[in-house]
């Protein structure tokens, strides 16, 4: 069973900069497609901050291009998430998500897994 540990949440003052990470365990059978990280503010929907392929491609909210860096690891299904210049309109839950896939004899099978989420707090 795969598992995501996430770490690097925190309070922080408007203009600081925290790094989130998340592991991915118990993967070996699988083979990675992207990993990313979700954010949901309070009491608004989850949204998406960044996300990488395993090939390094990237794409970001348009609320944090230029402020937020996201980078892999894919020997260890790991990925960071670099905030600099952090707002208080940057408060919320920050979950990880990864996105991996098992081919068979038979098929190919998706597979989708989330972390338990971490509190990111921005004070102004």
């Known amino acids: 069973q795969v598992q995501l540990v996430e770490s690097g949440g925190g309070l922080v003052q408007a203009g600081g900069s925290l790094r989130l990470s998340c592991a991915a365990s118990?993967?070996?059978?699988?083979?990675?497609?992207?990993m990313g990280w979700y954010r949901q503010p309070p009491g608004k929907q989850r949204q998406l901050v960044a996300v990488?392929?395993?090939?390094?491609?990237?794409n970001y909210a348009d609320s944090v291009k230029g402020r937020f860096t996201i980078s892999i690891d894919n020997a260890k299904n790991t990925v960071y998430l670099q905030m600099n210049s952090l707002k208080p309109e940057d408060t919320a839950v920050y979950y990880c998500?990864?996105?991996?896939?098992?081919?068979?004899?038979?098929?190919?099978?998706?597979?989708?897994?989330w972390g338990q989420g971490t509190q990111v707090t921005v004070s102004s």
């Open positions: 998500n990864a996105e991996f896939h098992r081919v068979t004899v038979v098929d190919s099978y998706d597979y989708d897994y």
């Open positions: 118990g993967a070996s059978s699988f083979t990675l497609d992207s």
């Open positions: 990488i392929t395993s090939g390094g491609r990237t």
